[in-house]
């Protein structure tokens, strides 16, 4: 069975830093491009970043390019998002995808995790 589980969420204050972990299991995803996504209550789900299998090119959402960074460790079957200067806005459950043709198109990513809530104080 496959699984993408998500962890690393949890409340910080604006301007604080959290990293979230996305670890694969059941299949190896070392050939996959994999991505992180958010969705705010009321509101689409967001691409956030995604990375190429190899992990030498990386993609950022406009409103998150510059304070976040996406990694991978494919030895691990593992991705990881940096956050850094986080703002109230960036507050939503964070997910984790896996297996697309696509790097910022949601609807093509076949595996994802269940979320992580990332909430920011203002």
């Known amino acids: 069975q496959v699984q993408l589980v998500e962890s690393g969420g949890g409340l910080v204050q604006a301007g604080g830093s959290l990293r979230l972990s996305c670890a694969a299991s059941?299949?190896?995803?070392?050939?996959?491009?994999m991505g992180w996504f958010r969705q705010a209550p009321g509101r689409e789900r967001e691409f956030v970043a995604a990375i190429s299998s190899s992990g030498h090119f990386t993609y950022y959402g406009y409103s998150v390019e510059g304070r976040f960074t996406i990694s991978r460790d494919n030895a691990l079957n593992t991705m990881y998002l940096q956050m850094n200067s986080l703002k109230p806005d960036d507050a939503a459950v964070y997910y984790c995808a896996a297996d697309s043709v696509s790097y910022r198109n949601p609807a093509l990513y076949n595996y994802w995790g269940q979320g992580t809530q990332v909430t920011v104080s203002s």
């Open positions: 059941g299949r190896a995803f070392s050939s996959d491009i």
